[in-house]
């Protein structure tokens, strides 16, 4: 019978000359061009499909080492790896993947981000939107694939885009302060504006807030539903306060005799404390939620807060989602202005804004806890109907 494998010899190689297509057996072969050049080819069954992956030419590849690159594509293939795909190319070059070097990143840093939407936001952009380069080795990024990534978004999406090719620059940028990579950064602004072009600047506007005489039926209604999303929105809504510090809240913050939340300086936006009086309304409510977490609303993945849309989809159910979540601050103001008439730095301090000039801010040293008491136990009960 036959031989299966090892079916050439060096000197057959050197002699073969008629254009085609030579098996040397496990899948190598030795092509011969129109025009005499010779070449080595590893075929491959994939997906039900033969693919083949170049192993270069003969006269820099003798047969012997031909044989052992086959034999590796052997192995990847068996390991089920595609030869072809970034995910060998990491392998056989021994360097990281762009995915690795920014998972590494996130873990090292985010313990000093204070905003844990920050935190998730750095992960789900980049997972996102540069999973085309994820297993791609890190010194194989280049400017071309960073275009690919952006184009679909740069003009569309311009604020993202310009989080995300930040984002990816930094990756980039450590890839090449830890010696994985060497050169210009692909991801520099100076490498896409000549071929994307400058990004379409945004206006800003003023988050869109529901009227605050609306808001009162509105609460009445997400009441009566049982979701997380709703019950965080309650309490978003009658201490006025963001987003992150609702969802980021944890039980050991609160203390419900004193009626009093104590949001710690690492997760407020200013970097200061901040003390959120409760109205009894939200002690009582507070008391019926469950403690099985150290979050007041925990999220899917063990001790993680849910994720920042919950509520966002709460007002889209409604219909609502021409309002933001946000934007119940702003209701929340203008009741103080029009209905509550109260001081403007009492409802600044209400809404953690710090108000006056640095002199003044040094000569300020409550934080007018006490009528902001009264405040807040206000707004509760026009929320709530009472008096």
């Not at 099985?292 to 063990?302: A, D, N, Y």
């Amino acid at each position: 019978m036959a031989r299966q494998i090892n079916r050439l010899s060096a000197t057959k190689v050197r002699t073969l000359n008629a254009p085609g297509r030579y098996a040397d057996g496990a899948g190598l072969y030795l092509e011969i061009g129109k025009t005499g050049a010779k070449t080595w080819c590893y075929l491959y069954q994939w997906a039900g499909k033969t693919r083949q992956k170049g192993l270069g030419p003969v006269r820099l590849t003798g047969l012997a080492e031909a044989r052992e690159k086959a034999r590796y594509l052997a192995k990847l293939v068996a390991e089920g790896i595609d030869p072809v795909s970034p995910r060998a190319a990491a392998k056989a070059s021994g360097k990281p993947t762009f995915g690795t070097v920014a998972t590494q990143l996130i873990n090292d840093r985010e313990s000093g981000w204070k905003n844990l939407k920050h935190r998730q936001q750095w992960r789900n952009t980049l997972e996102t939107y540069a999973s085309s380069i994820w297993a791609t080795p890190v010194d194989a990024v280049e400017v071309e694939d960073i275009v690919q990534v952006l184009r679909p978004i740069w003009h569309a999406k311009a604020e993202t885009a310009k989080r995300v090719r930040g984002r990816m620059f930094t990756v980039l940028n450590a890839a090449k302060v830890l010696g994985h990579r060497s050169g210009e950064n692909p991801a520099d602004i100076a490498n896409i504006e000549p071929i994307l072009g400058r990004r379409r600047k945004g206006v800003k506007r003023h988050h869109p807030a529901m009227p605050f005489v609306d808001v009162p039926c509105f609460l009445k209604d997400i009441s009566t539903q049982s979701s997380m999303g709703a019950r965080a929105l309650e309490l978003l809504i009658h201490t006025a306060t963001r987003t992150n510090e609702v969802l980021g809240a944890r039980w050991k913050e609160f203390d419900l005799e004193n009626a009093l939340w104590v949001i710690p300086g690492s997760r407020m936006k200013k970097g200061i404390e901040h003390r959120v009086p409760l109205s009894t309304q939200v002690v009582t409510f507070l008391k019926t939620l469950p403690r099985g977490s150290e979050f007041v609303f925990p999220g899917q993945k063990e001790r993680m807060p849910c994720s920042n849309m919950i509520m966002s989809m709460v007002m889209r159910r409604k219909g609502l989602s021409h309002y933001t979540v946000h934007g119940f601050r702003s209701s929340f103001r203008d009741w103080c202005g029009e209905v509550a008439d109260v001081p403007r730095e009492i409802a600044e301090q209400a809404l953690a804004h710090q108000v006056g000039n640095e002199v003044e801010l040094a000569y300020r040293r409550g934080d007018s806890l006490a009528r902001r008491q009264i405040l807040m136990q206000d707004w509760s009960n026009y929320l709530t109907g009472e008096v």
